[in-house]
């Protein structure tokens, strides 16, 4: 390690390998941890200070009416470049948005990009309302019942019925079907038959092409029907339309999600909505921030080294950083001990107290916006009933589990939302073994007598591992529940959650930006995120309500009756609010405590033999 600081390479732990690099598919931490050194959004995060934002691509941002702040104007830097030197400009993101948006990608944070106008109508499909919206009969009523005949999946339809088919399979022999046999369809109540017919021939119509200025490749896609409220004036000016004021969106910005990627890089590899392609091979990989990938070696690491096309590159401090996906926490501990590297992903909950005696310099314990929970699969028994999920939330003994088995500061999660700034944080989950057991009794489990066989999923580290028997020990006294635990490896184990091929799952969420809203709309339906079969029309609806409320306090009040409808219904067990428990070398400065841990790589140095100096 002391020759990596010498030659200015940053050594960190990454705890798994990553399920890829591209910022429109991934979502995990460890994802992000890399896809931060090697893209740059509009704006980027401070270096010590949460909240606050600095330029990135954008040198300047404002919101055009500043009293009500839903329309923003980024003015990009002109000399903002890709790594292969191409220059960078607002058709990169129009592109991005676009793909993020596109259906066949099948993002998981297609959500965060619903804030600008027409993006959900067009991520959605939903074009049945965006055909009739200019209508002249149209009302605004509407749309409650025109959201339910886009011809998207029935949830509860019969398989290879005109319900189950889907907006992806409709076509115009499936159309003109229905126009001769509308039964066939299950309806909307108040829909009149004459409505239904003009929808239907409106649909057909858009199959056909009877659009005029449409081209044939175009037909089936609903981007020339939106009007997104993303745009370029000019080659270097974004201006960003939004569906109600958010005068926190630079905030937001700063999750990879809103980030560029290469238009000519992307489709030389593949199309638009195509996922995982070779674009972001190490050979081909193309970025706009301060790093290149250098190489990837397959559960060895990843390293990345300066990007000489990066436009601050003279303030870059690091000469490389070089990620390692190690998911046992007792061999990173051990190697950071050895001296092997700067910063570990976390520290084996045994050997904090020895790492506080032993290297008291070393160890890092912080705030970090985040909540440990147990999602429950919803669409499976028991836990499509509610009592149960609220008694298998009761029997948790949150304390217990921190000081006995974490041991990291950790605190009890009482709601979903970690407390921060003005935000009422709820105390609403609590520990009621007594309350638990007539729960279960009422929901017909009395003394868990009848439940089903129930998997518990984990990861395959060892820290897992011991959570989910403290976890397991608990439902078994207070419940008599008997539950099997099932590890994976990081990338099966998301691919399990998003089939939803599980009963309970070990799970987390860390706050995307400053704001409570990033801790609940991931629950919304449809959203990538959600993977609990979960979804409620009032907690949505109450949702929409803070997005158009302006005044702070009312938003917060909203966003705390969301929380309340959730927690009623409770498809997560919250567990623990997060700490961050880590190991951080001397060498590294420049690395300062943030809520959402997101350090800035590039403002980060490496000072070697400087275990014992304080900046």
């Known amino acids: 390690m002391d020759d990596a600081s010498r030659k200015g390479i940053l050594i960190m732990g990454n705890s798994g390998e990553p399920?890829?690099?591209?910022?429109?598919?991934?979502?995990?931490?460890?994802?992000?941890?890399?896809?931060?050194?090697?893209?740059?959004?509009?704006?980027?995060a401070h270096p010590s200070k949460d909240g606050i934002a600095m330029p990135g691509v954008a040198e300047k941002w404002y919101p055009v009416d500043p009293a009500r702040p839903d329309e923003w104007i980024f003015e990009l830097r002109k000399d903002a470049q890709w790594s292969d030197g191409e220059p960078l400009t607002a058709e990169d993101f129009l592109f991005s948005f676009r793909r993020l948006l596109t259906p066949a990608l099948a993002s998981d944070y297609s959500f965060m990009l619903y804030y600008i106008k027409d993006a959900e109508f067009y991520h959605k499909s939903q074009r049945s309302y965006l055909l009739f919206?200019?209508?002249?009969?149209?009302?605004?009523?509407?749309?409650?019942?025109?959201?339910?005949?886009?011809?998207?999946?029935?949830?509860?339809?019969e398989e290879n019925s005109f319900n189950f088919i889907g907006l992806d399979k409709l076509t115009l022999t499936n159309l003109e079907n229905l126009l001769e046999n509308p039964s066939l369809f299950l309806w909307p109540k108040n829909l009149s038959p004459e409505i239904r017919r003009s929808l239907i021939m409106k649909n057909l119509n858009f199959e056909k092409g009877d659009r005029g200025q449409l081209k044939k490749d175009e037909l089936k896609d609903l981007w020339k029907l939106i009007e997104l409220g993303a745009t370029a004036p000019d080659m270097?000016?974004?201006r960003v339309k939004l569906n109600s004021p958010i005068p926190f969106l630079p905030e937001i910005t700063k999750h990879y999600t809103w980030y560029p990627v290469p238009k000519h890089i992307v489709l030389k590899h593949g199309t638009i909505g195509e996922r995982f392609t070779s674009w972001t091979k190490p050979e081909n990989l193309v970025g706009n921030g301060a790093f290149?990938?250098?190489?990837?070696?397959?559960?060895?690491?990843i390293e990345v080294s300066r990007n000489q096309h990066y436009w601050d590159k003279s303030n870059v401090g690091l000469n490389g950083i070089r990620f390692l996906?190690?998911?046992?926490?007792?061999?990173?501990?051990?190697?950071?001990?050895?001296?092997?590297?700067?910063?570990?992903y976390s520290i084996a909950s045994e050997l904090i107290e020895y790492s506080r005696k032993k290297y008291p310099e070393h160890v890092r314990s912080e705030l970090y916006l985040g909540t440990y929970f147990i999602r429950t699969n919803v669409s499976n028994k028991p836990f499509t009933d509610p009592r149960v999920?609220?008694?298998?939330?009761y029997s948790l003994n949150q304390k217990s589990l921190i000081d006995n088995v974490l041991k990291g500061g950790q605190k009890p999660a009482s709601g979903l939302v970690p407390p921060f700034g003005n935000y009422p944080a709820s105390d609403t989950v609590t520990f009621d073994p007594e309350l638990a057991r007539k729960l279960l009794a009422e929901a017909g489990y009395p003394g868990g007598k009848g439940l089903p066989d129930i998997e518990f999923l984990t990861?395959?580290?060892?820290?897992?591992?011991?959570?989910?028997?403290?976890?397991?020990?608990?439902?078994?006294?207070?419940?008599?529940?008997?539950?099997?635990i099932k590890q994976m490896e990081w990338t099966s184990y998301i691919t399990a959650m998003f089939a939803k091929d599980y009963d309970l799952a070990a799970g987390g969420w860390i706050g995307d930006y400053m704001d409570p809203l990033t801790f609940l709309d991931m629950w919304m339906k449809g959203v990538g995120n959600n993977r609990t079969g979960w979804h409620n029309e009032e907690f949505e609806d109450i949702l929409g309500m803070a997005a158009q409320t302006g005044e702070a306090a009312k938003r917060y009040e909203l966003l705390a009756q969301a929380e309340a409808l959730f927690l009623g219904e409770r498809p997560i067990l919250p567990v623990y609010w997060y700490t961050r428990n880590y190991l951080l070398h001397p060498d590294v400065k420049g690395w300062n405590p943030l809520l959402l841990d997101n350090h800035p790589y590039k403002f980060l140095r490496l000072q070697p033999g400087a275990n014992n100096r304080k900046d």
């Open 292 to 301: 290149i990938l250098k190489s990837w070696r397959f559960n060895d690491h």
């Open 19 to 44: 399920k890829g690099l591209d910022p429109h598919i991934v979502s995990g931490v460890l994802e992000s941890n890399i896809i931060r050194s090697l893209f740059e959004g509009l704006v980027e």
């Open 236 to 238: 270097h000016t974004l």
């Open 325 to 344: 996906p190690i998911g046992n926490l007792y061999t990173e501990d051990r190697m950071y001990f050895d001296g092997q590297m700067h910063v570990t």
């Open 133 to 157: 919206r200019k209508d002249a009969n149209f009302t605004e009523d509407w749309w409650s019942t025109f959201k339910n005949v886009d011809f998207g999946p029935n949830e509860k339809a």
């Open 389 to 393: 999920r609220l008694a298998f939330s």
């Open 459 to 484: 990861t395959d580290k060892e820290s897992s591992k011991v959570t989910a028997e403290a976890l397991q020990a608990m439902w078994k006294e207070h419940l008599g529940a008997t539950i099997k």
